[in-house]
């Protein structure tokens, strides 16, 4: 997006071309936002990357109540699901179509804030008018960031472990296509909330979901604390899927196939020095629920429309942090507390004032998937929304009950 805007656009990428591009043996599913695809379609990758895609999405909540299982279901129609391996490769061949100069295995040894410069091992100094430090969850951009911010202290930039996870697939064959693709499920994301019911105080959750890539299968994230071994968890698996699969080989061979990783949550107080700029998971990075990759492309179009209004770099990088980066700061708080499992009352206030139509639904629920969404604007509205919500099942009740006291002391 920003190529025309400099004479020269250079892409450094820690990974050798082979790993960056390697298919791996599992990949998640990513549904992009309508405002996501704007941007993909801006950049000219969108038709390579709807061409391969999974129809339908929709997300079925378990969650046991007294000691039943309820389901509660999320659909968005005209949403598809899309994979890892594919859209890295259409943007890659974006990039050499584009002629832009990439260099994999690249080592960023320093970057001078101050002076504009940057230092890769192979290459030697390199100036920059603008540096975006896209390098993900764990950027080394943040790290070098914080260590020269005169404003605020190396300790306020935090990366804080949440949970483990484990990721592999299935087949979708007999009753396990059956509980997690029959009906109207298939295509979607179903979420188990609870532990295992068998071992209640072992962090064990399942997120499966169904789709075609090309083939139907069962993509299965297992998200578990972090003080499970792999072994454990494995266990903890068998006792989840041994039921739905036809032997236990099958299950054995699936699961030696899967990767495992870590849910961890980014704070940055601010994504800005001088001309670096933190963008993506480097910024923003926290648990995702969908909303991660659709809100760093977002924020890549905010930026691009304020930098196309400012005659200068300093002032269009000043209003992002303080407007788009304030929004993607006060969003990573809400997901914080989601990944803590603290948002039950705000979901269901804010679900319940949408009922009313005195509010949009939850961000959970789709919410950023809305045709015109921007984040600033969306983010207005959302803070609007969590206060009236309190206001409807803390402030109603309270005025009725002292309403009703009054009366009563008449
Ligand atoms: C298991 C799992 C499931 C997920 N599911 C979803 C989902 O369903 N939907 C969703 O929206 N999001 C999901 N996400 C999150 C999503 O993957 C990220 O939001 C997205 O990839 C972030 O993009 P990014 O470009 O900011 O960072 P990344 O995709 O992490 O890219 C960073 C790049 O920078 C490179 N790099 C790193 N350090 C350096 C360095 N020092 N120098 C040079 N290059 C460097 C890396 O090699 C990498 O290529 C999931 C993540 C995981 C782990």
């Not at 405002?35 to 990758?45: D, M, P, R, T, Y």
């Amino acid at each position: 997006m920003l190529k025309d805007q400099f004479d020269d656009v250079v892409l450094l990428e820690r990974q050798a071309r082979e790993s960056f591009l390697k298919k791996h043996g599992f990949t998640f599913p990513i549904v992009f936002s309508p405002a996501a695809i704007k941007i993909l379609e801006k950049v000219g990758a969108w038709e390579a990357i709807r061409a391969e895609r999974s129809e339908f999405f929709g997300v079925v909540l378990h969650k046991k109540l007294v000691g039943k299982e309820f389901e509660f279901k999320s659909y968005e129609e005209g949403v598809y699901s899309h994979w890892r391996n594919h859209i890295v490769a259409c943007l890659y061949q974006r990039l050499i179509e584009e002629d832009i100069e990439i260099h994999f295995e690249a080592n960023m040894v320093d970057i001078d804030f101050q002076g504009n410069l940057c230092r890769e091992a192979k290459l030697g100094e390199l100036p920059f008018d603008l540096l975006l430090g896209a390098d993900g969850i764990n950027s080394q951009t943040r790290r070098l960031m914080a260590q020269a911010h005169p404003d605020f202290a190396e300790e306020d930039f935090t990366l804080t472990l949440l949970d483990n996870w484990y990721a592999y697939r299935l087949p979708a064959q007999g009753a396990l296509r059956e509980k997690f693709g029959g009906g109207d499920r298939f295509y979607a994301s179903n979420v188990f909330v609870d532990n295992l019911l068998e071992y209640p105080a072992e962090k064990f959750r399942v997120v499966t979901t169904s789709m075609k890539q090309p083939a139907e299968e069962i993509s299965i994230l297992i998200k578990h604390g972090a003080d499970l071994d792999l072994q454990r968890v494995k266990e903890l698996n068998k006792v989840f899927f041994g039921a739905f699969v036809d032997s236990q080989e099958t299950l054995q061979e699936a699961w030696e196939q899967g990767y495992a990783g870590k849910f961890e949550q980014v704070q940055a107080p601010t994504f800005r020095l001088h001309n670096v700029l933190l963008v993506g998971d480097a910024a923003h990075g926290f648990e995702s629920t969908g909303d991660l990759i659709n809100l760093g492309l977002a924020s890549i179009e905010s930026f691009f429309e304020i930098f196309n209004r400012h005659a200068s770099l300093a002032e269009a990088l000043k209003e992002y942090d303080e407007t788009v980066g304030d929004c993607l700061r006060y969003y990573a708080g809400f997901s914080l507390r989601r990944s803590q499992e603290k948002i039950g009352f705000e979901v269901a206030s804010i679900e319940f004032a949408s009922r009313l139509g005195l509010a949009n639904r939850h961000p959970t629920f789709f919410g950023i998937y809305v045709e015109d969404f921007e984040i600033r604007k969306y983010m207005r509205a959302y803070k609007r929304d969590v206060r009236t919500g309190r206001l409807l099942l803390i402030g109603l009740p309270t005025v009725l009950l002292s309403l009703a006291g009054w009366l009563w002391l008449q």
